[in-house]
């Protein structure tokens, strides 16, 4: 197995791109995934069998394993035992229909290093997948930026174009999460998750993501010709330069 | 045997059950009968005995030359003329030639049926009867000394004679009858046992036939068919008692299947509306030729429908889970005052856009007693309802205080109120009041029923309020926490001490 880790790490540098495995039986499902993954600039492959996963991630170094826990034959939980027994040390991030905390806890005991319940969105497969990968290192920044909007971590000064913007602690947080996925759509699931810190989401919590948003936009966008905060329509929202 | 016998029908083993006790009663009943024949006919074989004794010295008469004689009365015993022998003794004279040991007088029988052995009984003392077994059956002989007195016809006594009488009846006629009566019984016995075989097996059918009947009926119930009850008979027997426990269990049943039913119904039709929409939204985006800005807000669109589609998903399978009983819950002191301000703080921006007021007041401390999480749900989705349903403007206060009947949070607001048709139905799933008069409202019907169940699970209600002509309150009422507040694991576990 160390040979196998030594020669994923000795791929890396070559190949720029992360090599993503998606063990998924739904086709439409799966070539979706590839699809969106390659458009973020992913290395996709796709098995649609447990088997075949087991037998291509033997021979092939993978950086993240997508692994549906609902696949004929051999089930993705039986995949993902089978493959911590092996020694594979690859970050599995498991997709399930199955919605209870029994679930989670089997997923996350035998070796998945995340989940997802279906229907996930997009954006959030997306940075599930950046989280894996990017494991343990934290960026340490004290300024976040984009453009002209700037944010000191230390001082908790928020200023456009050099005016100084009141926010509050909420939209304090708001703000600094979409600075540091700037460019990157960021779900209202994510957001009611990482920001707001609630177990489910909501109607009433989507309400209260939504006045936030606008709100944060009324004190950065109102004034400026380049609106910052956009809303991508059924998906979420994203901060960026440059109009899409 | 025991486990053959449970291999078979009840009626089968009531049957064998039946048998068997009956083949015990009727053993000892018939050994008893068979023992006091025996003794019966035994003992009254002796008095016979000596009947026949008594008889004999009486039948005694002297002639005149001092010999003695016996009326032989053939007519009253006929062939049955008891055995008797005289025997002489030596103190008086038996007759001119009659020796100590010799026998007087014997009748026809005992000269047919001699018994060498009775000789030896002269010497005998006392009036015991003796078994002495014979050719072909045993003889029972009384001997025993008496004194024969004779009178002459002026009634002096004439002489005393004495003899020894021996007399003896065969017991072959008490065999006889004993044998008979032993073929009766082990005759019956079996005819006994079978009668009651028959008996039992029949008597058990007859018992069991309703629980066969209602077995019959019970299996032609069937999903379609579940508002059928049984037939109770006598419903204060026990198959009354079965078959109207039976009811209430196909009622309870009735109830859940009438509950799937509702919910299915319910659940496609709020899962049509959205579906509807992407359906409808995506065939018209085909239709014609757009630019991209135009598609990317049909596709947005379409993702909007997928969303509510997806959380109203999640919402089904939460209830389903609490209506399950599935969901634990926990429990916890809530300061209420604190949750109060916590949702308010939370929904705060909501009213904030609709230029309402929404405050919180206090009366005491209340302290409840739940699980904060689910709780703090229920009362995030009535100030929500109350934000939504108030108009811009209005006002809506959460109020928490302390109450006899424990520890209220009311959520008061002054909207539309809800109107009185509404009202009765108002918790249940899928009702919504005060349809729309400011335009489209979000969400599902589910909200206050889970509400509902919510602050139910943790032991408290949720009721709406009387109508104070304006406005409507909410109104949820829970447990007290005692004034020393254990931590909730303590309090679960039983105390050992008393």
């Not at chain 1, 679930?103 to 969105?121: E, I």
């Not at chain 2, 025996?38 to 009486?58: G, H």
């Not at chain 2, 007693?369 to 206060?397: C, E, F, H, M, S």
Request: net charge negative.
């Amino acid at each position: 197995m160390n040979i196998l880790v030594k020669s994923q790490e000795k791929t890396k540098p070559e190949s720029e791109a992360a090599r993503v495995l998606v063990v998924e039986d739904e086709h439409k499902v799966a070539s979706a995934l590839k699809e969106g993954l390659e458009g973020e600039g992913y290395d996709v492959t796709v098995e649609h069998t447990g088997e075949a996963a087991l037998v291509r991630l033997k021979t092939d170094p993978f950086d993240v394993v997508l692994l549906d826990l609902l696949l004929p034959g051999r089930d993705g939980l039986q995949v993902l035992t089978t493959l911590r027994e092996q020694g594979f040390q690859t970050p599995v991030l498991v997709l399930t229909a199955r919605d209870t905390l029994d679930d989670r806890v089997t997923g996350l005991n035998s070796g998945a290093d995340d989940y997802l319940v279906k229907p996930f969105a997009f954006v959030e497969v997306v940075a599930r997948i950046r989280a894996l990968l990017r494991r343990g290192g934290s960026t340490g920044a004290t300024r976040l930026g984009i453009g002209d909007l700037e944010m000191d971590l230390v001082t908790r000064k928020v200023t456009r174009g050099g005016r100084k913007i009141e926010l509050t602690l909420r939209e304090f947080e708001l703000l600094e999460y979409l600075l540091r996925y700037e460019s990157q759509v960021v779900s209202r699931d994510t957001l009611a998750r990482d920001v707001w810190h609630e177990a489910a989401r909501t109607t009433s919590l989507d309400n209260v993501v939504d006045v936030h948003i606008a709100r944060l936009r009324r004190k950065i966008d109102a004034d400026c010709p380049i609106k910052l905060i956009q809303t991508v329509r059924g998906v979420g929202f994203m901060l960026r330069e440059d109009e899409g | 045997m025991l486990t053959w016998l449970r291999s078979h029908s009840l009626r089968i083993s009531l049957t064998f059950w039946n048998v068997a006790a009956m083949i015990v009663v009727l053993a000892v009943y018939a050994t008893g009968v068979y023992i006091f024949v025996s003794r019966n006919a035994s003992n009254s074989l002796d008095t016979e005995i000596r009947y026949d004794y008594q008889w004999a010295a009486a039948m005694a008469d002297q002639l005149p030359d001092g010999s003695l004689r016996w009326f032989e009365e053939e007519s009253s015993f006929g062939s049955n003329t008891p055995w008797l022998q005289v025997w002489c003794t030596d103190d008086a004279g038996c007759g001119a030639s009659s020796n100590r040991g010799e026998v007087i007088y014997r009748t026809t029988k005992a000269e047919v049926d001699p018994l060498p052995e009775a000789e030896k009984l002269l010497t005998q003392s006392g009036d015991a009867i003796v078994s002495i077994p014979a050719e072909d059956t045993t003889y029972r002989v009384l001997t025993s000394p008496t004194t024969l007195r004779f009178y002459d016809r002026a009634g002096q006594p004439v002489s005393n004679k004495r003899v020894i009488i021996q007399v003896a009846r065969s017991e072959l006629l008490m065999r006889d009858e004993m044998r008979g009566l032993l073929l009766i019984l082990l005759l019956g016995l079996p005819i006994g046992v079978v009668a009651a075989g028959i008996f039992g097996y029949s008597l058990a059918r007859r018992a069991l036939a309703p629980i066969e009947r209602m077995a019959e009926h019970a299996q032609s119930i069937t999903a379609d068919r579940l508002h059928d009850r049984l037939p109770i008979g006598n419903p204060k027997n026990e198959l009354g008692r079965l078959a109207s426990v039976f009811n209430e269990t196909l009622g309870r049943l009735e109830e859940s299947f009438e509950q799937m039913r509702r919910f299915t119904a319910d659940v496609s039709h709020e899962l049509r509306t959205p579906l509807t929409a992407i359906r409808s939204v995506g065939e018209v985006g085909l239709r014609e030729r757009r630019d991209e800005k135009a598609y990317r807000g049909i596709i947005g669109s379409m993702l909007e429908e997928v969303d509510r589609l997806a959380s109203l998903v999640d919402r089904l399978l939460r209830w389903s889970r609490a209506e399950t009983g599935q969901t634990k819950l926990a429990q916890e002191v809530i300061d209420l005052r604190e949750l109060a301000e916590d949702v308010a703080g939370h929904l705060g921006v909501l009213a904030e856009e609709k230029q309402q007021l929404l405050t919180v007041e206090q009366a005491g401390s209340p302290r409840g007693i739940g699980d904060r999480q689910v709780l703090r749900q229920a009362l995030i989705d009535l100030v929500d309802n109350a934000i939504k349903y108030t108009p811009a403007g209005g006002r809506i206060r959460v109020r928490v205080a302390e109450m006899a009947a424990g520890v209220t949070i009311d959520v008061i607001d002054n909207g539309p109120g809800i109107p009185p048709e509404l009202r009765s139905g108002i918790f249940s799933r899928y009702e919504r009041g005060g349809q729309a008069p400011f335009g489209p409202i979000g969400g599902t019907g589910l909200g206050l029923s889970i509400s509902r169940w919510a602050v139910e699970a943790n032991g408290g209600t949720l009721t709406l309020e009387p109508d104070q002509g304006v406005g409507s309150t909410f109104r949820i009422t829970l447990p007290r926490a005692t004034k020393v507040a254990r931590p909730p694991a303590e309090r679960a576990r039983p105390t050992n001490a008393a």
